[in-house]
């Protein structure tokens, strides 16, 4: 079983920059593609970015496409999202999740299999 500790969450400014990280504690970590979702308050939880095990693909939700930039470091079992160009909007508890399915860059929650505690962004206006 994976487990993943999200973390880099905090209050930034619109226009601001933020960089969230998710260590995994599994040595197989290589093996899973990642996605990074986020929920904001009263809302359902929805899909940000995702990466394959090799960092070869990407894929991004519109609204956030160009402004955020997943990627991840193999050796130390990390995915990061790097948040930039922050906007009011973006306001929600950050989760990274793993899809075992390792060449696969999936926008539904379906696919995952762990997800981590999650990590809150604010972004005040």
């Known amino acids: 079983q994976v487990q993943l500790v999200e973390s880099g969450g905090g209050l930034a400014q619109a226009g601001g920059s933020l960089r969230l990280s998710c260590a995994a504690s599994e040595r197989t970590f290589a093996t899973y593609s990642m996605g990074w979702f986020r929920q904001a308050p009263g809302k359902e939880r929805e899909f940000a970015a995702a990466?394959?095990?090799?960092?070869?693909?990407?894929l991004y939700a519109d609204s956030v496409k160009g402004r955020f930039t997943i990627s991840r470091d193999n050796v130390k079992n990390t995915v990061y999202l790097q948040m930039n160009s922050l906007k009011p909007e973006d306001t929600a508890v950050y989760y990274c999740?793993?899809?075992?399915?390792?060449?696969?860059?999936?926008?539904?929650?379906?696919?995952?299999?762990?997800w981590g505690q999650g990590t809150r962004v604010t972004v005040s206006s």
């Open positions: 990466i394959t095990w090799n960092g070869g693909s990407t």
């Open positions: 999740e793993a899809n075992s399915w390792r060449y696969s860059v999936s926008s539904v929650e379906g696919s995952y299999t762990y």
